[in-house]
């Protein structure tokens, strides 16, 4: 098999890349899958490492166990000027790419990778010598998947997408990290009456800055915890990062596939989530550019059809 990069995500030629650099630096006679599972798992913002995370297992033991059999490999001093992949590693890769095409995925991503590992014998030996077991990790691929299908080469950002770009003002408030808020019941009767309306029940707060808009909000996540709320609302609060939303989305339609998948995930709820949009004037344009939509026109028509319900803004 040859490798071809468009076949593959960006995050995932990028682990490659790495690789093959780390096999250099260690003096290695040749790159083999146990480098391209040491970069993945050091990579403290990638997946591989909120799936062995997601999975219960301790990264740092995990990474560890893939050392150890990484200092059993050949070492050549000077090192040789380039080094080539050997069968296991093209096999890898090879099945990562068939997966994809069973998944019907346009792009062969890092979870992809992550499960073909596996037919690599030594990559195996160091996983389930942890116990991280070929089966724990499709479970939780397929959890943090959830169903989506890779349609693009940053397919990877739109992997739980409320975990990444939300924050959960109930969780906030269970571990006792939100102040009392006082003064504001009136405005936080309000603010559940609206959500509790079967249609028109998303909340728009106004106000001049420092006057606690954003405390009512604090305020509705307490009471959530102690069950001072209908039954009928829902139980999680999530209030959205616009700031992790737009960071780093250079490309164009990059910002818009951030949201689109963050909106997916409300829209699946099936109105279990209230989402929190904070300074939604700040938002109106954020990630306008050429032939992309912006934050209002990707909002507007899925409030339109009620497909977003209990939306404070």
Same mark, same amino acid.
């Given at each position: 098999m040859s490798y071809s990069p468009e076949e593959f995500? *960006?995050?995932? $030629? /990028?682990? !490659?890349?790495?690789? +093959?650099?780390y096999a250099q630096e260690q003096k290695h006679i040749e790159l083999v899958p146990l480098h391209l599972a040491h970069v993945l798992i050091e990579d403290?913002? &990638?997946?591989?490492?909120?799936?062995? /995370? @997601?999975?219960?297992? $301790? #990264?740092?033991e995990v990474l560890e166990a893939v050392?150890?059999? +990484?200092? @059993?490999?050949?070492?050549q001093d000077p090192p040789p000027s380039k080094i080539y992949p050997n069968s296991s590693f093209m096999n890898v890769l090879k099945q990562a790419k068939k997966l994809s095409k069973q998944q019907k995925d346009s792009h062969t991503a !890092? *979870?992809?990778?992550?499960?073909?590992?596996?037919? *690599?014998? *030594?990559?195996?030996?160091?996983f389930v010598a942890v116990g991280?077991? @070929?089966k724990r990790m499709e479970e939780v691929i397929k959890q943090i998947r959830q169903n989506k299908n890779v349609n693009s080469?940053?397919?990877e950002q739109t992997y739980q997408a409320l975990e990444k770009y939300g924050h959960d003002l109930v969780a906030d408030a269970e571990s006792g990290k939100l102040d009392p808020v006082i003064g504001r019941d009136q405005e936080i009767r309000r603010c559940i009456q609206v959500l509790s309306r079967r249609t028109k029940n $998303? %909340? #728009?707060?106004? &106000?001049e800055p420092g006057v606690g808009k954003t405390a009512i909000v604090e305020g509705l996540a307490q009471r959530i915890v102690h069950q001072d709320v209908p039954?009928?609302? %829902?139980?999680? +609060?999530i209030a959205l990062d616009m700031g992790a939303l737009v960071a780093g989305a250079s490309h164009r339609g990059e910002f818009e596939e951030r949201l689109k998948s963050v909106l997916k995930e409300i829209e699946s709820s099936n109105g279990g989530i209230i989402l929190f949009i904070d300074e939604i004037h700040l938002v109106l344009g954020a990630g306008k550019a050429d032939g992309a939509m912006d934050a209002a026109n990707l909002l507007k028509p899925m409030l339109g059809m009620n497909l977003i319900v209990n939306l404070i803004i």
């Amino acid at each position: 098999m040859s490798y071809s990069p468009e076949e593959f995500t *960006d995050q995932s $030629n /990028k682990a !490659i890349a790495h690789a +093959l650099e780390y096999a250099q630096e260690q003096k290695h006679i040749e790159l083999v899958p146990l480098h391209l599972a040491h970069v993945l798992i050091e990579d403290e913002q &990638g997946l591989a490492r909120q799936l062995i /995370k @997601k999975a219960e297992f $301790n #990264v740092q033991e995990v990474l560890e166990a893939v050392e150890l059999k +990484l200092k @059993k490999l050949s070492k050549q001093d000077p090192p040789p000027s380039k080094i080539y992949p050997n069968s296991s590693f093209m096999n890898v890769l090879k099945q990562a790419k068939k997966l994809s095409k069973q998944q019907k995925d346009s792009h062969t991503a !890092i *979870d992809h990778i992550l499960a073909a590992l596996y037919e *690599d014998s *030594d990559t195996t030996s160091a996983f389930v010598a942890v116990g991280l077991s @070929k089966k724990r990790m499709e479970e939780v691929i397929k959890q943090i998947r959830q169903n989506k299908n890779v349609n693009s080469a940053k397919a990877e950002q739109t992997y739980q997408a409320l975990e990444k770009y939300g924050h959960d003002l109930v969780a906030d408030a269970e571990s006792g990290k939100l102040d009392p808020v006082i003064g504001r019941d009136q405005e936080i009767r309000r603010c559940i009456q609206v959500l509790s309306r079967r249609t028109k029940n $998303n %909340p #728009v707060l106004i &106000g001049e800055p420092g006057v606690g808009k954003t405390a009512i909000v604090e305020g509705l996540a307490q009471r959530i915890v102690h069950q001072d709320v209908p039954d009928t609302l %829902p139980r999680r +609060l999530i209030a959205l990062d616009m700031g992790a939303l737009v960071a780093g989305a250079s490309h164009r339609g990059e910002f818009e596939e951030r949201l689109k998948s963050v909106l997916k995930e409300i829209e699946s709820s099936n109105g279990g989530i209230i989402l929190f949009i904070d300074e939604i004037h700040l938002v109106l344009g954020a990630g306008k550019a050429d032939g992309a939509m912006d934050a209002a026109n990707l909002l507007k028509p899925m409030l339109g059809m009620n497909l977003i319900v209990n939306l404070i803004i």
